[in-house]
């Protein structure tokens, strides 16, 4: 599994436009064979960033997206940064729910663990 994360920084003058050519990116990408999600989020605070991310279930799937047509839509968005954008492609080998939440807090705490383990030495 392949998760896109974009997270640029337009200038307040072009916020809106940024937001409308990516919000025309969602439906196509998430449309796509492979797609399981495309957001888009907007954050508050000093930096009012723009946060796009996808995530995709086979790596070709999410390689041939980047060369798409659709995908220039999204590097246009890139060019009305007014700093350099970050972009981070994490590839996940295993991913887990609620069954990790329930199963960790079956388990005692790790400094507990410790402590019973030094207990039980004495």
Request: net charge negative; with cysteine.
């Amino acid at each position: 599994m392949v998760v896109s994360t974009l997270r640029l920084f337009p200038p307040r003058e072009q916020r809106r436009h940024v937001l409308s050519v990516l919000r025309s990116v969602l439906g196509p990408t998430q449309a796509q064979p492979h797609c399981r999600s495309c957001h888009l989020f907007e954050e508050d605070g000093y930096d009012e960033a723009i946060l796009f991310m996808e995530q995709w279930d086979e790596d070709e799937a999410f390689f041939n997206h980047v060369r798409s047509e659709l995908y220039n839509r999204v590097l246009a968005a890139v060019e009305l940064s007014r700093i350099q954008p970050e972009f981070k492609f994490l590839f996940v080998k295993e991913m887990r729910g609620m069954e990790l939440i329930e199963a960790t807090r079956r388990q005692p705490p790790a400094e507990n663990i410790a402590t019973e383990a030094r207990n039980h030495e004495r």
